[in-house]
T-cell receptor, first 115, second 111 residues
């Protein structure tokens, strides 16, 4: 039990649609990172939020956007879905200030299929 | 070319075998080196991490980092069927996340 909850667990969307994925972190975990894991690949860093501000971004287009809320929850939004967006989306949360690699916890992920 | 390359596997070994999992990387700025275990495409679970070069041991698991060669390894001694999973190496500049992962090696330990 990591204390990181993601929803929905599975969803199917049509190309061109928009999707919102949610992550709920432990209390006090005000750093959250989102990753995309395509089939047969490792997780790829999308972006990180710290205290509701974007704090670093990987090689993903602007149609991937995020929000972080004061209640330790966050969202990943993807606009204009493409078939290649089909993947497992993972969020990882940690306490303030980089207290250590072993304080970073992953959720179980949201499976997105784009048809 | 990817920043982190991981031996792809899959790897199948008998119970009790010693397993060696390996990754190479190209970015010398990486300071933290992690090994995660992932079951059935669920969230990765941290096994071990090392800061900079050196070895670290935790029970049956040993992590090695050689920064001069840009090469990291995870050794599993006395492997068990419960060790069957996908193992992901990951690296980062800081201890605050933003990790770069390898593509994973799927290990099967047969009873």
């Amino acid at each position: 039990e990591t204390g990181v909850t993601q929803s929905p667990t599975h969803l199917i969307k049509t190309r061109g649609q928009q999707v919102t994925l949610r992550c709920s972190s432990q209390s006090g975990h005000n750093t959250v990172s989102w990753y995309q894991q395509a089939l047969g690949q490792g997780p790829q860093f999308i972006f990180q939020y710290y205290r509701e501000e974007e704090n670093g971004r990987g090689n993903f287009p602007p149609r991937f956007s995020g929000l972080q809320f004061p209640n330790y929850s966050s969202e990943l939004n993807v606009n204009a879905l493409e078939l290649d967006d089909s993947a497992l989306y993972l969020c990882a949360s940690s306490p303030t200030g980089g207290q250590g690699i072993n304080t970073i916890y992953f959720g179980e992920g949201s499976w997105l299929t784009v048809v | 070319q990817k920043e982190v390359e991981q031996d792809p596997g899959p790897l199948s070994v008998p119970e009790g075998a010693i397993v060696s999992l390996n990754c190479t990387y190209s970015n010398s700025a990486f300071q933290y080196f992690m090994w995660y275990r992932q079951y059935s495409r669920k969230g990765p679970e941290l096994l071990m991490y090392t800061y900079s070069s050196g070895n670290k041991e935790d029970g049956r698991f040993t992590a090695q980092v050689d920064k001069s060669s840009k090469y990291i390894s995870l050794f599993i001694r006395d492997s068990q069927p419960s060790d069957s999973a996908t193992y992901l190496c990951a690296m980062s500049y800081t201890n605050a996340g933003k990790s770069t992962f390898g593509d994973g090696t799927t290990l099967t330990v047969k009873p």
